[in-house]
């Protein structure tokens, strides 16, 4: 049971911290723009990730600055609301190594590792996720529909 809550607290954490974020991005004026030049002269990023940034991001700007907005924002959601919490996990993984791969080590480390602890617990996850509290709701219903109809 402790488990199960500190699992849910690291869901709703990562969750609202995803959401914040790219809330953040969306209200602020976020330049991807920027980041490209930022990447392409960086001494720590590898060599194919600047070369990715340079030949892929640089030239569709405006659909990967939106991808990255509304996608933390779908991923934060997805972990607050418990629905698809285990893809919200996988992709806020994807996000925080890329991050990571472009240099901004601030909290991404921290924030990869709880989205590696909630990959790594799929069954607890799904049994603290809205779906699951949907589905109990949905056969308790049935199971009153036939005990009705049977009676």
Do not use: C
Request: no cysteine; aromatic share 16%; hydrophobic share 50%.
């Amino acid at each position: 049971m402790i488990a199960k809550i500190l699992l849910l607290m690291v869901r709703l954490g990562s969750g609202f911290y995803m959401l914040f974020q790219g809330y953040e991005k969306l209200t602020g004026g976020f330049a991807i723009d920027g980041l490209v030049s930022v990447i392409k002269e960086n001494q720590d990023s590898p060599e194919w990730f600047k070369t990715f940034f340079d030949a892929i991001i640089a030239n569709h700007l405006e659909l990967f600055k939106w991808m990255v907005q509304l996608g933390e924002i779908a991923i934060g959601l997805g972990l607050i609301l418990g629905v698809f919490s285990y893809t919200a996990s996988f992709f806020g993984v994807f996000v925080m190594l890329n991050y990571i791969l472009a240099d901004m080590i601030f909290t991404y480390p921290i924030q990869l590792f709880f989205f590696i602890i909630l990959l790594m617990n799929k069954k607890t996850l799904k049994t603290i996720s809205l779906n699951h509290f949907i589905k109990r709701k949905k056969l308790r219903n049935d199971e009153d529909d036939t005990r009705a109809y049977s009676g």
